[in-house]
């Protein structure tokens, strides 16, 4: 078996090639795509796309079956879309086969090599002074934080930061993290680290932890239903946790909320469970200088037209 792994992993290099081996071992690289016209582009830190190359179709699917088989899965024209941890170093994989697209497409979103600290944060200009003390205040009150963005927006990095805080304010609570791609940084003593895998989802998960004993709950990225049962956990003795959503600013990561649980649950407005269980919002966004929050919301409830009660302070000029 061990030999089996050797092998695949041998294997897998030669069909990553150079250009991506380099890239994958480059710090400064946050994501590396293939296109479905066979160019190869990356995404470094703090700056836009380059073109580095390009791969051939028959090699792109030959890699993608590689690492279907290393994840023990397959992906087909059946079956074309591929995600998983990529076997050499547990980054993001996303591919696609035809007939999704013309020839075969794929985008590794490289796993975080170093936490960046909230006060490193603020030298880097991307979050103020004011932020950094709303945040830190935040963290000690064990204040729910939910983390809004778009794609490649910084939400996980921001995430990671957060919880670097929680590890230096609050060093004796055990923390629970939950994700479908290890891509959470949690350098806290007492921790778990939980994986969604084919069986077993995000919800399901959720469940579980209860019977952890967390003092606080980290979610990667809301998606589904899962976010009914987040806010139940965060509103029933586990306050001070963490989450990710999709969403274009502060005031939309609530809405975004509201659509996810929604989609699973065919009960009423949940705007009130949603306001009791969120109490900060931070925004973070890609700009063309670099990442940077442009607003934080606090949220303190519903007002009697049914509208999210929230004081908007910090907002970045």
């Known amino acids: 078996m061990e030999e089996k792994?050797?092998?695949?992993?041998?294997?897998?290099?030669?069909?990553?090639?150079?250009?991506?081996?380099?890239?994958?071992?480059?710090?400064?690289?946050?994501?590396?795509?293939?296109n479905s016209?066979?160019?190869?582009?990356?995404?470094?830190?703090?700056?836009?796309?380059k073109h580095i190359g390009s791969m051939s179709a028959l090699n792109a699917e030959s890699l993608m079956g590689t690492i279907a088989d290393a994840l023990h899965t397959v992906v087909?024209?059946?079956?074309?879309?591929?995600?998983?941890?990529?076997?050499?170093?547990?980054?993001?994989?996303?591919?696609?086969?035809?007939?999704l697209v013309s020839h075969p497409t794929f985008a590794i979103r490289k796993k975080?090599?170093?936490?960046?600290?909230?006060?490193?944060?603020?030298?880097?200009?991307?979050?103020?002074?004011?932020?950094?003390?709303?945040?830190?205040?935040?963290?000690?009150?064990?204040?729910?934080?939910l983390v809004v963005g778009g794609t490649?927006?910084?939400?996980?990095?921001?995430?990671?930061?957060?919880i670097d805080g929680i590890a230096t304010s609050c060093p004796d609570d055990r923390l629970v993290v939950i994700e479908d791609t290890a891509e959470i940084q949690c350098n806290t003593k007492n921790k778990v680290m939980l994986h969604t895998s084919?069986?077993?989802?995000?919800?399901?998960?959720?469940?579980?932890?209860?019977?952890?004993?967390?003092?606080r709950i980290v979610v990667g990225e809301i998606r589904g239903g899962e976010a009914l049962a987040l806010l139940k956990a965060w509103n029933t003795g586990h306050p001070g946790g963490v989450a990710t959503v999709h969403a274009n600013n502060a005031l939309a990561g609530l809405v975004r909320v509201?659509?996810?649980?929604?989609?699973?649950?065919?009960?009423?407005?949940?705007?009130?469970?949603?306001?009791e269980a969120v109490d900060l919002i931070i925004a973070i966004e890609k700009t063309k200088t670099g990442r940077r929050v442009t607003e934080i919301l606090e949220v303190h409830g519903i007002t009697e037209d049914g509208f999210y009660k929230t004081s908007n302070y910090n907002k970045a000029s």
């Open 5 to 34: 792994q050797h092998r695949l992993l041998r294997k897998l290099r030669g069909e990553l090639g150079p250009q991506i081996l380099q890239a994958l071992d480059d710090t400064s690289v946050v994501e590396i795509m293939l």
């Open 37 to 49: 016209d066979g160019q190869l582009w990356i995404e470094r830190h703090g700056q836009g796309m």
């Open 76 to 99: 087909t024209r059946e079956s074309p879309i591929l995600e998983g941890e990529l076997p050499l170093d547990g980054s993001r994989f996303e591919g696609l086969l035809p007939p």
């Open 112 to 145: 975080a090599s170093v936490v960046f600290t909230l006060p490193e944060y603020v030298e880097q200009g991307v979050i103020t002074p004011a932020q950094l003390q709303s945040i830190q205040t935040a963290i000690v009150k064990r204040s729910n934080i």
């Open 152 to 162: 490649s927006s910084g939400k996980t990095t921001l995430t990671n930061a957060i």
């Open 198 to 215: 084919v069986n077993v989802d995000m919800l399901r998960l959720l469940r579980a932890t209860m019977r952890l004993r967390p003092d």
């Open 258 to 275: 509201e659509q996810l649980i929604a989609e699973a649950n065919s009960a009423t407005s949940m705007k009130n469970h949603i306001a």
